[in-house]
């Protein structure tokens, strides 16, 4: 079977020969600064440079999909804050939130898709990018994250307990605009849509929180996913303990965690597929036989995609992330 219709069919449920290894993009990409050396232009702007560097990944380090954008600043962006746009030894990076009060950001900021430039570039890549055999991801900023992107997180922390009622209109209206942009990637040729929330953790928001923010919104966004017959893969960062019961009410395809999560726990707790959770500063740093061990442990952990577990340091080198994809394809 082919790379698409292996990642498909473990999405599905259904039987493959082994897992696919792939890394999606967005916060958990694999453009690092090694592999962006023959890249003129800017890969987070430009789309031919995009398109280039997401045939890279898996061309030399042999991940099993095309994904785009690399970086967690696109969904932020037509909000009014200001943004780096990075380069080939840095992501790009919010460096100043927008310091309106919530009802004037959703009165005076228009974020349809039209006028985000970079949203466009990202949906052109994905029709450029599309094809029968390679599965092409469409990376979404989840709507905890991107809200907290757009002003200051303590700010927005704070609200949740002393105005919650104003914090849930500003982030469902955040929400919506991320489902908007996640059909736009599905129409332009996406197979699926990889959504990361890092901030959404149990361990910053606490169960309660997680539960009245964040799972509402996952519930609206994944409905809409599952009218546009989209399988959807969901990365929460940190300790998933004490979320992990609320996580699986969710009618999500796969479930993608970081490296403190023991995935034989998490999969006798949960009964979606799991994807993970090699960790990414080992990848970075090596060596090369631990890597290989590590991979091996996520395997054995029955994981149904095996991928890097959070995302991934610019100086990471190709060697390290080769051992992992070599590994998964039986090649060492």
Known sequence: MNEKERLLKVLRGEKVDRPPVICPGGMMNAGVTELLGEIS??????LDAMVATAIKVREIIGFENYGVPFCMTCESEPFGVVISEGDKNNEPRILKYNDSNLEEIMDNFNPKLSINSRAQTVIKAIERLRNDEIPVIGNITGPISTSTSIVDPLKLFKML????DKAYRFIEYVNNYL?????????????????????????????????????P????????????????????????????????????????FDSIVNMRFAKSKLSTRLMGNVSTLLIQN????????????????KVDIVSPACGLGMSTPIENLRAMTDYVKGSI
């Open 161 to 164: 307990r002393k105005e919650p």
């Open 41 to 46: 232009d800017n890969h987070n702007t430009d």
């Open 217 to 256: 919104m996952y519930i609206k966004f994944l409905k809409a996913m599952k009218e546009t017959d989209t399988p959807v893969i969901i990365h929460i960062c940190g300790d998933a303990k004490t979320i992990i019961d609320s996580l699986n009410s969710l009618d999500v395809e796969a479930l993608s």
């Open 286 to 301: 090596g060596p090369v036989d631990k890597i290989i061990s590590i991979t091996k442990n996520a395997m054995d952990s």
């Open 179 to 215: 489902i908007e942009y996640a059909i736009k990637m599905v129409g332009a040729g996406a197979d699926l849509i990889a959504m990361s929330d890092p901030t959404a953790t149990g361990e910053i928001l606490g169960k309660k929180n997680f539960d009245k923010f964040a799972m």
